[in-house]
């Protein structure tokens, strides 16, 4: 599967941003998928999953309760909505694809990732 990441830019501290990943290709609905972060000099983290048919999810402690993962299995489409941002949520942030079930939080469970958005967050 093929996925476009879109919706980053600049936020003041405290502000939300709306993130999309639109997939193309093979069916999205077998897809789990999961959103993950990369800031400058750190290793890729893993922020929130979500099952392929939108029924589970799962997020890491740091993004729990401020960031949302939700999907649209019509229009092809994950979602990530942050809100309260704080300056240490700037980073790349990237969708991808997994069809396994296992190992939900690992970046080796996905095979398919997005270009990757910027997201920055001033103080």
């Known amino acids: 599967v093929q996925l476009q990441a879109c919706g980053g830019g600049l936020v003041q501290a405290g502000g939300s941003l709306r993130l999309s990943c639109a997939a193309s290709?093979?069916?999205?609905?077998?897809?789990?998928m999961g959103w993950f972060r990369q800031a400058p000099g750190k290793e890729r983290e893993f922020l929130a999953t979500?099952?392929?048919?939108?029924?589970?999810?799962y997020y890491a402690d740091s993004v729990k309760g401020r960031f949302t993962i939700s999907r649209d299995n019509a229009k092809n489409t994950v979602y990530l909505q942050m809100n309260s941002l704080k300056p240490e949520d700037t980073a790349v942030y990237y969708c991808?694809?997994?069809?396994?079930?296992?190992?939900?939080?690992?970046?080796?469970?996905?095979?398919?990732w997005g270009q990757g958005t910027q997201v920055t967050v001033s103080s």
């Open positions: 991808a694809a997994r069809l396994g079930r296992t190992g939900i939080a690992l970046e080796s469970s996905y095979g398919d």
């Open positions: 290709g093979r069916t999205f609905s077998s897809y789990g």
């Open positions: 979500i099952s392929a048919n939108g029924g589970s999810t």
